[in-house]
T-cell receptor, first 114, second 112 residues
Framework: NAGVMQNPRHLVRRRGQEARLRCSPMKGHSHVYWYRQLPEEGLKFMVYLQKENIIDESGMPKERFSAEFPKEGPSILRIQQVVRGDSAAYFC????????????FGPGTRLTVT | AQSVTQLGSHVSVSEGALVLLRCNYSSSVPPYLFWYVQYPNQGLQLLLKYTSAATLVKGINGFEAEFKKSETSFHLTKPSAHMSDAAEYFCAVSDRVGQFYFGTGTSLTVIP
């Protein structure tokens, strides 16, 4: 049973470009969560999605950031017009329906903005 | 609101010595509590979790943690440290909604 998949593992973008981070949840999991880890800090919750629904986006910056989890395909975290402060590791986790406390994490995408 | 405080951002122990990593939480509802381990350039791996069953929770790799409501603590212990335990450890708390709140992490160094 494959775990949570994230790609790319490393992403380099210049300031002003767009970054797209992908997350494929574990088989049978319908809930996805995105977290951001800044250097020397813990993970910070960004957004919680179910298929075709955003359940909680209280941790998402109000501008430039968006997330989706379509009926088919991976969840996408999109960052428009990236800035240096967006450089971080972005982790995705997934869980089964009704088992939000059983979150399994992917290996992360390390975004570097130059 | 939920939050987690991990005391000690860096902990060093000798190989074979007791490992104690501290975690205190605050929660407005009965919490779910977790310990995760992160190896360099990898994702988080669940060590153990407390979900309102037994207060002493045993996890993988010989780790365990005890939920103490009166102290609002969930400290992680291992009787004998191994070199392979060197990693970053994160404590997390969750409410019923699904959002995890993580501490800032404790980096464990094991000295040969």
């Amino acid at each position: 049973n494959a775990g949570v998949m994230q790609n790319p593992r490393h992403l380099v973008r210049r300031r002003g470009q767009e970054a797209r981070l992908r997350c494929s949840p574990m088989k049978g999991h319908s809930h996805v969560y995105w977290y951001r880890q800044l250097p020397e800090e813990g993970l910070k919750f960004m957004v919680y999605l179910q298929k075709e629904n955003i359940i909680d986006e209280s941790g998402m910056p109000k501008e430039r950031f968006s997330a989706e989890f379509p009926k088919e395909g991976p969840s996408i975290l999109r960052i428009q017009q990236v800035v240096r402060g967006d450089s971080a590791a972005y982790f995705c986790a997934s869980s089964q329906q009704g088992a939000f406390y059983e979150q399994y994490f992917g290996p992360g995408t390390r975004l570097t903005v130059t | 609101a939920q939050s987690v405080t991990q005391l000690g951002s860096h902990v060093s122990v000798s190989e074979g010595a007791l490992v104690l990593l501290r975690c205190n939480y605050s929660s407005s509802v009965p919490p779910y509590l977790f310990w995760y381990v992160q190896y360099p350039n990898q994702g988080l791996q669940l060590l153990l979790k407390y979900t309102s069953a037994a207060t002493l929770v045993k996890g993988i790799n010989g780790f365990e943690a005890e939920f103490k409501k009166s102290e609002t603590s969930f400290h992680l212990t291992k009787p004998s440290a191994h070199m392979s335990d060197a990693a970053e450890y994160f404590c997390a708390v969750s409410d019923r909604v699904g959002q995890f709140y993580f501490g800032t992490g404790t980096s464990l160094t094991v000295i040969p």
